[in-house]
């Protein structure tokens, strides 16, 4: 089945603990993304990456880090978290460039720094 | 600066009752829209899209959304809801020259009553 996987799906942690969110997706696909859903703001991209090595930011980029060092990741990367990245996360995947063919998300995780 | 408005922050219809929901954007360059539905606890799936071509375009589950390019409008309708059509609506737009940032709406609110 195609499909995007991130894990985990839900998250506690305590301020400044590093954290990584794992995100696989098996279609191949070349285009990735990351997001950040919060009430009555939507989804706000984090960061994309267009290829393997190759990401750039979104709209709020900051205290996050990504890589791609191959194709099917794309993991997302806290490396001091704060209370304000208490959020529910989507990763999502295209084949297409900015998902101009519809993105494919995963099921989300849901994080909450104390 | 390039945004994405959903007016409507939350709707409430009644089962079998018609249903449009608007979505508004300004963008310099030409866009490509799209329209993503979230049930409850899940991710986002793909409803629409509109990149090129004929403006009434056909979706699943039964929506349909018109792109009007002088209102720079891309609404949502379904002619008749269901009670499973209960959920968060996102209207997301991106544009051929910045195509790795898909802009999301805030969302709408659909709550179906018998």
């Known amino acids: 089945e195609a499909q995007v996987t991130q894990n985990p799906r839900y998250l506690i942690t305590v301020t400044g603990k590093k954290l990584t969110v794992t995100c696989s997706q098996n279609m191949n696909h070349e285009y990735m993304s990351w997001y950040r859903q919060d009430p009555g703001l939507g989804l706000r991209q984090i960061y994309y990456?267009?290829?393997?090595?190759?990401?750039d930011k979104g709209d709020v980029p900051e205290g996050y880090k990504v890589s791609r060092k191959e194709k099917r990741n794309f993991p997302l990367i806290l490396e001091s978290p704060s209370p304000n990245q208490t959020s529910l996360y989507f990763c999502a995947s295209s084949s297409k460039p900015g998902g101009s063919n519809g993105y494919t998300f995963g099921s989300g995780t849901r994080l909450t720094v104390v | 600066a390039q945004s994405v408005t959903q007016p409507d922050i939350h709707i409430t219809v009644s089962e079998g009752a018609s249903l449009e929901l608007r979505c508004n954007y300004s963008y310099g360059a030409t866009p490509y829209l799209f329209w993503y539905v979230q049930s409850p606890g899940q991710g986002l799936q793909l409803l629409l899209k509109y990149f090129s071509g004929d403006t009434l375009v056909q979706g699943i589950k039964g929506f349909e959304a018109e792109f009007k390019r002088s209102q720079s409008s891309f609404n949502l309708r379904k002619p008749s809801v269901h009670w499973s059509d209960a959920a968060e609506y996102f209207c997301?737009?991106?544009?051929?020259?910045?195509?790795?940032?898909?802009?999301f709406g805030a969302g709408t609110q659909v709550v179906v009553t018998p």
């Open positions: 997301a737009v991106g544009t051929t020259d910045s195509w790795g940032k898909l802009q």
């Open positions: 990456s267009m290829n393997v090595e190759v990401t």
